[in-house]
């Protein structure tokens, strides 16, 4: 039940396969990680190709697919831009509120070795600055993406270093953190 934290569900990692990406298209959708996210999800022709040409067939992005008792929940990403590391994610609401995104970021940093990190996660959607932060993200300023003020923040900390907080706290993360590439 959302809101309700439950530490027994179990949380891992895979690669991303094709038909994850159904599921994918239906969690950027959603109205409320719209809304949180500020980001406007694309039509299913564009999204699956930019998934299959600039996600999947880049040798530079990481991405890793969120299972939760086998369960496809969500995906993490992290990719170049110019200079700089991006990560980015999305968990399908059924998983907000459990700790699925605290235990799914801290799993996903571990393997991602690239530092500085940085993410822009929308201003006002504290869940995720909440869980960015949890993990050593640092505020470094703000960016414009159109109309809106995103944060920037970033992780300095390397692989390994970067932990939440204790086990058995539950993150509330409202897990979205979009942006576009």
Not at 5 to 13: A, E, H, K
Not at 105 to 125: I, S, V, Y
């Amino acid at each position: 039940m959302a809101g309700s934290p439950v530490m027994d569900d179990v949380v891992r990692l895979r690669d991303v396969v094709e038909a994850d990406l159904e599921a994918f298209l239906e969690q950027e959708h959603d109205p409320e990680t719209v809304r949180r996210s500020r980001f406007a999800p694309r039509e299913r022709a564009r999204f699956i190709r930019h998934w299959e040409t600039q996600i999947l067939d880049d040798p530079t992005v990481f991405v890793q697919a969120v299972l939760v008792d086998d369960v496809l929940a969500g995906h993490l990403v992290a990719w170049w831009e110019e200079e700089r590391r991006f990560i980015g994610y999305v968990f399908g609401r059924a998983f907000w509120g459990r700790g699925i995104g605290t235990r799914a970021m801290g799993l996903f940093l571990d393997k991602e070795q690239t530092r500085p990190l940085h993410a822009d996660p929308h201003h006002a959607n504290t869940a995720s600055v909440r869980l960015l932060e949890r993990h050593g993200f640092e505020r470094s300023g703000t960016v414009r993406h159109g109309e809106d003020e995103h944060l920037l923040l970033v992780l300095h900390q390397p692989p390994g270093a970067a932990r939440s907080r204790a086990p058995g706290q539950a993150s509330m993360s409202g897990g979205v953190q979009l942006r576009r590439r």
